[in-house]
């Protein structure tokens, strides 16, 4: 379909990619691999979007400070959002736009399973719930974009993650990268023949358009954040709607009520 298209590009779902236990992703060989993998991921999505007509197409490069892509592998035609210190996420997506699509993506903190799974960063927070439910980053940006009324149009990342976004958004187009057998192992299909997918699978979810509507998370919002130490909590500078600190019901954990799910960035 024509239209304007946005894409997330995390580096923790991609084939391949397991990190190092007890670290995450880190900056060595495997982040460096994974970094690469995603920048070609995301270059199978941006091809396919195209080839189906898009008009425009952002690349938002998301993961840790913003700088992890190689954008020479990716169409020219495309933009991209990239860096840190900007407010918010997906800068400029308007209501214009005809769908948002996430690459790499992984589970939430808390998650049954999923390889590297976490919500922003693994060291900070065990979880957070937005109106009594656990969310992760794919639900809390799905979220984002919902406020704008634009739609999710596919998601890739591990088995955890496809569940999880389904289980969220409804049936969307998704590509499994790999089968997660802890956070930091998993049964991996090879690159080629996941990007291979991800080319085919945006072609047609973008031919055809979204499955599933905006996904809502309405406000107000009630917010709880579990942070994993408690110093990071009494310190969290957090701000309810009327401008107040959030609550501390126990020491790790500061709670309140926001006007919307942008309010949390
Ligand atoms: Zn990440």
Redesign the pocket.
């Known amino acids: 379909m024509p239209g304007k298209y946005y894409l997330s590009v ?3 779902g991609v084939a391949c990619a397991v990190g190092t236990p007890g670290v995450g ?1 880190g900056d060595g060989d495997g982040y460096r691999f994974a970094a690469r993998e995603a920048s070609l991921e995301a270059a199978a999505a941006v091809s396919a979007l195209f080839d189906a007509g898009a008009e425009r197409v952002i690349v938002w490069d ?3 400070s913003g700088v992890n892509l190689d954008y020479e592998l990716l169409d020219p035609r495309c933009e991209i959002l990239l860096g840190a210190g900007h407010r918010g996420r997906f800068v400029g997506l308007e209501a214009d736009f005809a769908a948002v699509l996430f690459i ?1 993506y ?1 589970a939430m903190a808390g998650s049954p399973g999923g390889t590297l799974s976490h919500t922003y960063s693994s060291r900070a927070f065990q979880s957070y719930r937005l109106n009594g439910r656990a969310v992760g ?1 794919l639900a809390i940006d799905a979220a984002y974009a919902g406020e704008k009324g634009v739609p999710v149009l596919f998601c890739a990342g591990d088995d955890f993650c496809v569940r999880e976004a389904r289980a969220f958004f409804g049936n969307i187009a998704a590509v499994e990268t790999k089968k997660s057998l802890s956070w930091s192992s998993a049964l991996c299909r090879h690159p080629q023949a996941v990007r291979r997918e991800i080319y085919d699978t945006v072609l047609a979810a973008a031919k055809a358009g979204p499955r599933v509507p905006p996904f809502i998370i309405p406000g107000p919002v009630e917010a709880e954040i579990r942070y994993q130490r408690s110093d990071a909590a009494a310190s969290a500078q957090l701000y309810d709607m009327h401008g107040r600190p959030f609550a501390r019901p126990d020491p790790y954990t500061r709670s309140g009520v926001l006007r919307s799910v942008t309010d949390l960035f």
């Open positions: 995390d580096c923790e992703l998301s993961h840790g790499g992984h980053e």
